[in-house]
T-cell receptor, first 117, second 114 residues
Framework: AQKITQTQPGMFVQEKEAVTLDCTYD???????LFWYKQPSSGEMIFLIY??????QNATEGRYSLNFQKARKSANLVISASQLGDSAMYFC??????????????FGTGTRLQVFP | ETGVTQTPRHLVMGMTNKKSLKCEQH?????MYWYKQSAKKPLELMFV???????ENNSVPSRFSPECPNSSHLFLHLHTLQPEDSALYLC?????????????FGEGSRLTVL
Protein backbone atom coordinates (compact mmCIF):
# COMPACT_ATOMS: atom_id res chain seq x y z
CA ALA A 1 0.00 0.00 0.00
CA GLN A 2 1.11 3.54 -0.66
CA LYS A 3 2.20 5.65 2.27
CA ILE A 4 3.55 9.12 2.93
CA THR A 5 5.64 9.86 6.02
CA GLN A 6 6.43 13.28 7.40
CA THR A 7 8.52 12.93 10.52
CA GLN A 8 8.71 16.60 11.54
CA PRO A 9 5.59 17.70 13.43
CA GLY A 10 6.93 21.24 13.67
CA MET A 11 9.77 23.35 12.32
CA PHE A 12 11.02 26.84 13.11
CA VAL A 13 12.96 29.05 10.73
CA GLN A 14 14.10 32.62 10.85
CA GLU A 15 12.88 35.03 8.22
CA LYS A 16 15.03 35.07 5.04
CA GLU A 17 16.61 31.70 5.87
CA ALA A 18 16.04 28.48 3.94
CA VAL A 19 14.23 25.49 5.42
CA THR A 20 13.80 21.87 4.37
CA LEU A 21 10.67 19.90 5.13
CA ASP A 22 11.10 16.14 4.96
CA CYS A 23 8.91 13.64 3.15
CA THR A 24 9.42 9.97 2.43
CA TYR A 25 7.07 7.75 0.51
CA ASP A 26 6.45 4.11 -0.13
CA UNK A 27 4.98 2.68 -3.30
CA UNK A 28 5.43 -0.30 -5.57
CA UNK A 29 4.25 1.64 -8.61
CA UNK A 30 6.74 2.82 -11.21
CA UNK A 31 4.63 5.79 -12.26
CA UNK A 32 3.51 8.19 -9.57
CA UNK A 33 3.37 11.86 -8.74
CA LEU A 34 4.46 13.74 -5.64
CA PHE A 35 2.94 17.00 -4.45
CA TRP A 36 3.38 19.57 -1.74
CA TYR A 37 0.51 21.61 -0.36
CA LYS A 38 0.39 24.53 2.04
CA GLN A 39 -2.49 24.97 4.46
CA PRO A 40 -2.70 28.35 6.21
CA SER A 41 -5.02 28.91 9.14
CA SER A 42 -7.87 29.69 6.73
CA GLY A 43 -8.05 25.98 5.93
CA GLU A 44 -7.59 26.00 2.17
CA MET A 45 -5.04 23.58 0.78
CA ILE A 46 -2.83 25.45 -1.67
CA PHE A 47 -0.90 23.50 -4.31
CA LEU A 48 2.79 24.42 -4.30
CA ILE A 49 4.82 22.05 -6.44
CA TYR A 50 4.73 18.76 -8.32
CA UNK A 51 7.32 16.11 -9.18
CA UNK A 52 6.69 13.21 -11.53
CA UNK A 53 8.44 9.94 -10.89
CA UNK A 54 10.06 10.02 -14.33
CA UNK A 55 11.20 13.63 -14.10
CA UNK A 56 14.97 13.69 -14.07
CA GLN A 57 15.29 17.22 -12.79
CA ASN A 58 14.09 18.50 -9.45
CA ALA A 59 10.98 20.63 -9.72
CA THR A 60 11.17 24.31 -8.86
CA GLU A 61 8.46 26.94 -8.46
CA GLY A 62 9.71 30.33 -7.37
CA ARG A 63 11.04 29.99 -3.82
CA TYR A 64 9.96 26.35 -3.63
CA SER A 65 12.04 23.45 -4.84
CA LEU A 66 11.56 19.74 -4.45
CA ASN A 67 14.62 17.66 -3.62
CA PHE A 68 13.67 14.38 -5.27
CA GLN A 69 15.81 11.36 -4.42
CA LYS A 70 14.11 8.43 -6.07
CA ALA A 71 16.37 5.69 -4.75
CA ARG A 72 15.81 6.88 -1.21
CA LYS A 73 12.10 7.50 -1.87
CA SER A 74 12.29 10.99 -0.51
CA ALA A 75 10.73 14.21 -1.79
CA ASN A 76 11.78 17.01 0.50
CA LEU A 77 10.46 20.54 0.08
CA VAL A 78 12.98 23.36 0.25
CA ILE A 79 11.72 26.88 0.87
CA SER A 80 14.31 29.56 0.24
CA ALA A 81 14.28 33.05 1.73
CA SER A 82 11.47 32.29 4.18
CA GLN A 83 8.82 34.92 4.74
CA LEU A 84 6.46 35.44 7.66
CA GLY A 85 3.59 34.48 5.36
CA ASP A 86 5.10 31.04 4.92
CA SER A 87 3.95 30.09 8.42
CA ALA A 88 1.44 27.29 7.84
CA MET A 89 0.97 23.53 7.74
CA TYR A 90 2.71 21.79 4.87
CA PHE A 91 1.56 18.47 3.48
CA CYS A 92 3.34 16.04 1.23
CA UNK A 93 1.10 13.91 -0.98
CA UNK A 94 1.36 11.15 -3.54
CA UNK A 95 -0.97 10.40 -6.41
CA UNK A 96 -2.25 6.89 -6.73
CA UNK A 97 -2.32 5.37 -10.23
CA UNK A 98 -4.93 7.23 -12.25
CA UNK A 99 -8.31 5.63 -12.80
CA UNK A 100 -11.73 6.79 -13.96
CA UNK A 101 -10.22 10.14 -14.94
CA UNK A 102 -9.60 10.98 -11.28
CA UNK A 103 -6.52 11.88 -9.30
CA UNK A 104 -6.64 10.47 -5.80
CA UNK A 105 -3.99 11.80 -3.48
CA UNK A 106 -2.84 10.29 -0.21
CA PHE A 107 -1.38 12.71 2.31
CA GLY A 108 1.12 12.71 5.13
CA THR A 109 0.37 14.06 8.59
CA GLY A 110 1.92 17.42 7.83
CA THR A 111 4.60 19.70 9.26
CA ARG A 112 3.78 22.96 10.96
CA LEU A 113 6.26 25.62 9.89
CA GLN A 114 6.67 28.78 11.91
CA VAL A 115 8.73 31.64 10.54
CA PHE A 116 9.97 34.15 13.10
CA PRO A 117 11.40 37.65 12.51
CA GLU B 1 -14.58 34.39 -7.90
CA THR B 2 -12.60 31.70 -6.09
CA GLY B 3 -11.98 28.35 -7.78
CA VAL B 4 -13.65 26.05 -5.25
CA THR B 5 -16.23 27.42 -2.82
CA GLN B 6 -17.55 25.57 0.20
CA THR B 7 -20.54 26.48 2.36
CA PRO B 8 -21.10 26.74 5.20
CA ARG B 9 -17.63 27.49 6.54
CA HIS B 10 -18.70 26.48 10.04
CA LEU B 11 -21.47 24.15 11.15
CA VAL B 12 -22.53 23.00 14.59
CA MET B 13 -25.10 20.24 14.75
CA GLY B 14 -26.61 17.82 17.18
CA MET B 15 -26.42 14.09 16.72
CA THR B 16 -30.02 13.92 15.51
CA ASN B 17 -29.86 16.78 13.04
CA LYS B 18 -29.75 16.59 9.25
CA LYS B 19 -27.57 19.06 7.43
CA SER B 20 -25.71 19.37 4.14
CA LEU B 21 -22.35 20.68 3.05
CA LYS B 22 -22.12 22.29 -0.37
CA CYS B 23 -19.20 22.58 -2.75
CA GLU B 24 -19.07 24.46 -6.03
CA GLN B 25 -16.18 24.63 -8.46
CA HIS B 26 -15.78 27.30 -11.12
CA UNK B 27 -12.79 25.75 -12.86
CA UNK B 28 -14.45 23.52 -15.44
CA UNK B 29 -13.01 20.40 -13.84
CA UNK B 30 -14.53 16.98 -14.33
CA UNK B 31 -13.70 15.25 -11.03
CA MET B 32 -14.65 16.20 -7.48
CA TYR B 33 -13.64 14.83 -4.11
CA TRP B 34 -14.56 14.93 -0.44
CA TYR B 35 -11.77 14.66 2.13
CA LYS B 36 -12.02 14.56 5.91
CA GLN B 37 -9.29 16.24 7.97
CA SER B 38 -9.14 15.34 11.65
CA ALA B 39 -6.57 16.63 14.12
CA LYS B 40 -3.17 14.94 13.85
CA LYS B 41 -4.33 12.52 11.16
CA PRO B 42 -3.64 12.50 7.44
CA LEU B 43 -6.40 13.69 5.17
CA GLU B 44 -8.80 10.85 4.50
CA LEU B 45 -10.37 10.48 1.09
CA MET B 46 -14.10 9.87 1.48
CA PHE B 47 -15.71 10.06 -1.95
CA VAL B 48 -14.66 10.57 -5.55
CA UNK B 49 -16.86 11.62 -8.45
CA UNK B 50 -15.87 11.61 -12.10
CA UNK B 51 -18.25 13.28 -14.51
CA UNK B 52 -20.98 13.15 -11.88
CA UNK B 53 -20.60 9.42 -11.33
CA UNK B 54 -19.36 8.15 -7.99
CA UNK B 55 -16.26 6.09 -8.63
CA GLU B 56 -15.05 5.54 -5.09
CA ASN B 57 -16.48 5.27 -1.63
CA ASN B 58 -13.76 4.57 0.91
CA SER B 59 -15.75 2.61 3.47
CA VAL B 60 -17.46 5.73 4.70
CA PRO B 61 -20.37 5.22 7.14
CA SER B 62 -23.80 5.57 5.61
CA ARG B 63 -24.54 8.59 7.79
CA PHE B 64 -22.52 10.48 5.16
CA SER B 65 -24.33 10.62 1.83
CA PRO B 66 -22.75 12.37 -1.16
CA GLU B 67 -24.56 13.84 -4.13
CA CYS B 68 -23.15 15.21 -7.38
CA PRO B 69 -25.96 16.66 -9.51
CA ASN B 70 -23.59 18.09 -12.12
CA SER B 71 -19.88 18.53 -12.69
CA SER B 72 -19.79 21.86 -10.83
CA HIS B 73 -21.60 20.94 -7.63
CA LEU B 74 -20.99 18.43 -4.90
CA PHE B 75 -22.93 17.92 -1.70
CA LEU B 76 -22.32 15.94 1.47
CA HIS B 77 -25.55 15.15 3.30
CA LEU B 78 -25.15 14.50 7.01
CA HIS B 79 -27.52 12.72 9.37
CA THR B 80 -27.28 11.14 12.82
CA LEU B 81 -23.62 11.99 13.10
CA GLN B 82 -21.35 11.10 16.00
CA PRO B 83 -19.03 13.42 17.95
CA GLU B 84 -16.02 11.73 16.32
CA ASP B 85 -17.27 13.04 12.98
CA SER B 86 -16.26 16.53 14.05
CA ALA B 87 -13.58 17.59 11.58
CA LEU B 88 -12.73 19.87 8.68
CA TYR B 89 -14.36 18.60 5.49
CA LEU B 90 -12.52 19.62 2.37
CA CYS B 91 -13.85 19.56 -1.15
CA UNK B 92 -11.50 19.41 -4.12
CA UNK B 93 -11.66 19.22 -7.90
CA UNK B 94 -9.29 18.22 -10.66
CA UNK B 95 -9.10 18.00 -14.44
CA UNK B 96 -7.81 14.99 -16.26
CA UNK B 97 -6.25 16.36 -19.40
CA UNK B 98 -3.19 18.53 -19.41
CA UNK B 99 -2.52 18.51 -15.71
CA UNK B 100 -0.15 16.86 -13.28
CA UNK B 101 -3.11 15.70 -11.29
CA UNK B 102 -3.08 18.42 -8.70
CA UNK B 103 -6.23 18.92 -6.72
CA UNK B 104 -7.73 22.34 -6.15
CA PHE B 105 -9.26 22.65 -2.70
CA GLY B 106 -11.86 24.83 -1.09
CA GLU B 107 -11.39 26.38 2.33
CA GLY B 108 -13.32 23.61 4.01
CA SER B 109 -16.36 23.31 6.22
CA ARG B 110 -15.55 23.02 9.92
CA LEU B 111 -18.09 20.63 11.42
CA THR B 112 -18.73 20.25 15.14
CA VAL B 113 -21.08 17.50 16.32
CA LEU B 114 -22.41 17.93 19.84
Amino acid sequence: AQKITQTQPGMFVQEKEAVTLDCTYDTSDQSYGLFWYKQPSSGEMIFLIYQGSYDEQNATEGRYSLNFQKARKSANLVISASQLGDSAMYFCAMREPRSYNTDKLIFGTGTRLQVFP
Amino acid sequence: ETGVTQTPRHLVMGMTNKKSLKCEQHLGHNAMYWYKQSAKKPLELMFVYSLEERVENNSVPSRFSPECPNSSHLFLHLHTLQPEDSALYLCASSRRQGSAGELFFGEGSRLTVL
